[in-house]
């Protein structure tokens, strides 16, 4: 089986050994939602990955955990990806989280990308700064565009690209699989 071309990373990850995700959302149970669904669509490209790739985010803070402490790996990690919406941007507690990590943007030691869950007045700073994702840059649930299926895969496709050509990741190729004729 031919392995897959070798990228040269533009960034660098803070871990040698991983690439560290934090998904930031309004606590919006569609927003929450969307949070999940790309996870779920990312799923086997995060199985296969090398280096290996963790996804944090408010939604999986599991029992026993200290929340604060928790989501200070927001300001650890590689990647930020935040899910765009009006619940999102009326949040002042995830404001004041932002505030603190654009400095690590702007030092190009964490990126941030958003993606566009619901219509909202994105074009305004900060989203209007930032690079936004789906690249046709309409909201995954704009259902006068596409399914909500047709959104999810295209964005999470549009991701694993971006984490590709950017960190280097590649996926395990040691799995094959025969070919069979039905």
């Known amino acids: 089986m031919d392995s897959p071309a070798k990228v040269t990373p533009t960034f660098k990850t803070k871990s040698s050994d991983k690439l560290v995700m934090y998904f930031l959302a309004s606590s919006n149970n569609d927003d929450i939602e969307a949070c999940k669904t790309v996870n779920r669509h990312l799923s086997q490209f995060i199985r296969n990955a090398k280096p290996t790739i963790e996804i944090y985010s408010d939604y999986a803070i599991e029992g ?8 200070e790996k927001l300001y650890e990690s590689d990647l930020v990806i935040i899910f765009g919406s009006s619940d999102f941007i009326a949040d002042d507690e995830i404001d004041k989280r932002l ?34 994702l789906p690249r046709i840059k309409k909201p995954l649930y704009d259902l006068n565009i596409w399914s909500t299926d047709d959104a999810f895969a295209t964005v999470a ?23 069979w004729e039905i």
């Open 64 to 71: 026993g955990y200290e929340t604060e402490k928790y989501q």
């Open 99 to 132: 505030r603190k990590l654009i400095p690590f943007y702007n030092k190009r030691e964490t990126i941030i990308l958003a993606i566009l869950v619901r219509n909202f007045l994105w074009k305004e700073p900060l989203f209007g700064l930032m690079p936004i």
């Open 157 to 179: 496709e549009e991701l694993k690209e971006l984490i590709v050509k950017h960190y280097g990741i590649t996926t395990d190729a040691s799995i094959e699989v025969a070919t």
